[in-house]
């Protein structure tokens, strides 16, 4: 059973910054690829970061050079630090985990409420 427990959501004011946490209950090289998705109200869930377990990186185009991706194996820990914050950000953030074998199986997180408003 694979579980990820998101940390650091919360309100900020229009350009601030926040770091979002995705700790797992395994080591993350044990997925192919770990990401952050959000989902505001009325939205789909889309995918805002990416990375692999190699550490290659890929993010929304919404996000690019606002967001980071990074991850720490010695922890189980993945990050994503939000930068130049907007209020279309407001979003609920989930974290995510892919293993993709014969077929891929993803696990998630319970979510993490990020909002952006003065």
């Known amino acids: 059973q694979v579980q990820l427990v998101e940390f650091g959501g919360g309100l900020v004011q229009p350009g601030g910054s926040l770091r979002l946490s995705c700790a797992a209950s395994?080591?993350?090289?044990?997925?192919?690829?770990m990401g952050w998705y959000r989902q505001a109200p009325g939205k789909q869930r889309e995918l805002v970061a990416g990375?692999?377990?190699?550490?290659?990186?890929s993010y929304a185009d919404s996000v690019k050079g606002r967001f980071i991706i990074s991850s720490d194996s010695a922890n189980n820990t993945v990050y994503l630090q939000m930068n130049s914050l907007k209020p279309e950000d407001t979003a609920l953030y989930y974290c995510?985990?892919?293993?993709?074998?014969?077929?891929?199986?993803?696990?998630w997180g319970q979510g993490t409420q990020v909002t952006v408003s003065s």
């Open positions: 990375i692999s377990s190699g550490g290659s990186t």
């Open positions: 995510n985990a892919a293993r993709v074998g014969i077929r891929r199986t993803d696990y």
């Open positions: 395994r080591s993350i090289f044990s997925f192919h690829a």
